[in-house]
């Protein structure tokens, strides 16, 4: 059973800094073969995919984030990272990790695994 465990959330003023990580186990093929993603929801809101690496390490980002968020991954460690700065209140959310696969026309991630507990980002003066 494929374990992922998310850290690194905590409580950051506006323009602040924080590096999530997520600590992948047990899956079928190596972590390198898989796509990552991190997912955020905040209150009341739909879950949201913020950034993906695939296996070839290409990345994508959802529009809020770009040029802030930086998604890489260490395939030695089975870990994959969301370095996250200039932080704004509306990053505020769970944030959480899933492992998966492209859809044939690359256009879409699908996610694989079952939701952990995530960890939570604040962004708050």
């Known amino acids: 059973q494929v374990q992922l465990l998310e850290s690194g959330g905590g409580l950051v003023q506006p323009g602040g800094s924080l590096r999530l990580s997520c600590a992948a186990s047990?899956?079928?093929?190596?972590?390198?073969?898989?796509?990552m993603g991190w997912y955020r929801q905040a209150p009341g809101k739909q879950r949201e995919l913020v950034a993906t690496?695939?296996?070839?390490?290409?990345?994508d980002y959802v529009d809020s984030v770009k040029g802030r968020f930086t998604i890489s991954r260490d395939s030695a460690k089975n870990t994959v990272y969301l370095q996250m700065d200039s932080l704004k209140p509306e990053d505020t959310a769970v944030y959480y990790c899933?492992?998966?696969?492209?859809?044939?026309?690359?256009?879409?991630?699908?996610?694989?695994?079952?939701w952990g507990q995530g960890t939570q980002v604040t962004v708050s003066s």
């Open positions: 899933n492992y998966g696969m492209f859809t044939r026309d690359g256009i879409s991630f699908r996610p694989f695994g079952s």
């Open positions: 690496i695939r296996s070839g390490e290409s990345t």
């Open positions: 047990g899956m079928a093929l190596p972590f390198g073969a898989y796509a």
